[in-house]
């Protein structure tokens, strides 16, 4: 049985973000699957510190693209800040291009209102697309201070565990039949 390594990424720095309650419960889920190796990587530590474009200093993004190429799969766990993603996930992103091609991902989008994140998706595809990545499906955690306990543990699990289970078998199945096609053009 083939093991997938599906990182979940989340895609802020802000400290005590809301989004980051999202993404470990997302890894916790992908852990419970036989199948899946995962874990979380934080987009701050892979942040340059400024912009650089990775074909002038290639060593530095090496951190994130050492991650990115290991990735069969991804879950993005991104807040919607403003309508839109935070930068830190955009310039950890653009730190490589050609490793993203034929990954399937997930995007989860997350926001305090109730439309759980439905902007920051559409905002974030057009750049998934251009890096070549396969959209699998979205997952949307609106309202999300009321979502999850003082502990962190989500309240009604039993509804989440199945909206997220149906993705990640979709994004299996996509990662194994894009396997021999990742990383080409």
Not at 34 to 62: H, I, M, R, S, Y
Not at 73 to 85: D, L, M
């Amino acid at each position: 049985m083939k093991k997938f390594f599906i990182p979940v990424v989340l895609g802020t720095a802000r400290k005590g973000s809301q989004s980051t309650k999202v993404a470990k419960y997302v890894t916790s889920e992908l852990k419970k699957d036989t199948q899946v190796q995962t874990k979380l990587l934080k987009v701050e530590k892979f942040l340059l510190g400024k912009t650089v474009p990775v074909w002038q200093d290639k060593k530095a993004a090496e951190p994130w693209l050492a991650e990115v190429r290991k990735a069969d799969a991804f879950v993005f766990v991104v807040p919607e800040y403003n309508h839109g993603y935070p930068g830190e996930l955009k310039m950890v992103l653009d730190q490589g291009v050609e490793d993203y091609y034929n990954k399937p991902c997930i995007v989860a989008g997350v926001s305090a209102g109730q439309f759980g994140g439905t902007r920051v998706i559409e905002n974030l595809l057009p750049v998934l697309y251009e890096l070549g990545m396969i959209m699998s499906g979205t997952l949307n955690f609106g309202n999300v201070e009321e979502l999850f306990e003082k502990d962190g543990s989500i309240m009604d699990p039993k509804r989440w565990e199945k909206r997220v289970q149906r993705q990640m078998t979709t994004l299996k199945r996509l990662a194994e039949a894009l396997g021999p096609l990742q990383g080409q053009e």
